[in-house]
């Protein structure tokens, strides 16, 4: 079966500007997080999303946001953009919540702010 | 504030040998750790679990061991081969708080030498 698709894969931007990330989870996964990886920082926690509904959110500021579809598909967008928001921006689903049903997770989109 | 700390960046090992990856937790909710693996360019890929009531689970050739006591767990891979050269992320839930949240290490960069 498809895994997780994240499009687009490479993104440059400039900053002030907004992006939007799109995430389509594997069939029939209903629950989509998202993390943000830096150089030195590992995989740091953005927000979860199940049934349409936020259910948990990282330490991120109120630029970050996201959203998901009724196809469970997600997209998180980022205002302002700021050059330290340049990351691999990766999507992970599962079939249900909780960490221990197992994360499938993407090949990231990778942004770069100049 | 880093809850979840992986101190070798990187570890070099002779193939066949056993290579030991570390990682310790200060938070004492964390009660399930997962370790990924990560290859350039791809998402993180699942390779084993365990749960706070365990101390050791084993899958193949991977074995994680957990010390709640020190806070520390650990992945033994025995032997070691070439295509097991990849990042390494150790992370934690707390899955009665944090539900799907996970919290990552910033990883161990591990070349297995042929």
């Known amino acids: 079966k498809a895994g997780v698709t994240q499009t687009p894969r490479y993104l440059i931007k400039t900053r002030g500007q907004q992006v939007t990330l799109s995430c389509s989870p594997i069939?029939?996964?209903?629950?989509v997080s998202w993390y943000q990886q830096t150089p030195g920082q590992g995989l740091q926690f953005l927000f979860e999303?199940?049934?349409?509904?936020?259910?948990n959110k990282g330490n991120f500021p109120g630029r970050f946001s996201g959203r998901q579809f009724s196809n469970s598909r997600s997209e998180m967008n980022v205002s302002t953009l700021e050059l330290g928001d340049s990351a691999l921006y990766l999507c992970?689903?599962?079939?249900?919540?909780?960490?221990?049903?197992?994360?499938?997770f993407g090949s990231g989109t990778r942004l770069t702010v100049v | 504030d880093q809850q979840v700390k992986q101190n070798s960046p990187s570890l070099s090992v002779q193939e066949g040998r056993i290579s030991i990856l570390n990682c310790d937790y200060t938070?004492?909710?964390?009660?399930?750790f997962l370790w990924y693996k990560k290859y350039p360019a791809e998402g993180p890929t699942f390779l084993i679990s365990?749960?706070?009531?365990?101390d050791k689970n084993e899958d193949g050739r991977f074995t994680v061991f957990l010390n709640k006591s020190a806070k520390h767990l650990s992945l033994h891979i025995v032997p070691s081969q070439p295509g097991d050269s990849a990042v390494y992320f150790c992370?934690?839930?707390?899955?009665?708080?944090?539900?799907?949240?996970?919290?990552f290490g910033e990883g161990t960069q591990l070349t297995v030498n042929p």
């Open positions: 992970a689903s599962s079939s249900r919540r909780g960490t221990n049903y197992g994360y499938t």
């Open positions: 069939s029939g996964h209903r629950s």
């Open positions: 999303y199940f049934s349409e509904t936020q259910r």
């Open positions: 938070n004492s909710m964390f009660d399930y």
């Open positions: 365990i749960s706070s009531i365990k």
């Open positions: 992370a934690a839930s707390a899955r009665e708080t944090s539900g799907s949240r996970l919290t």
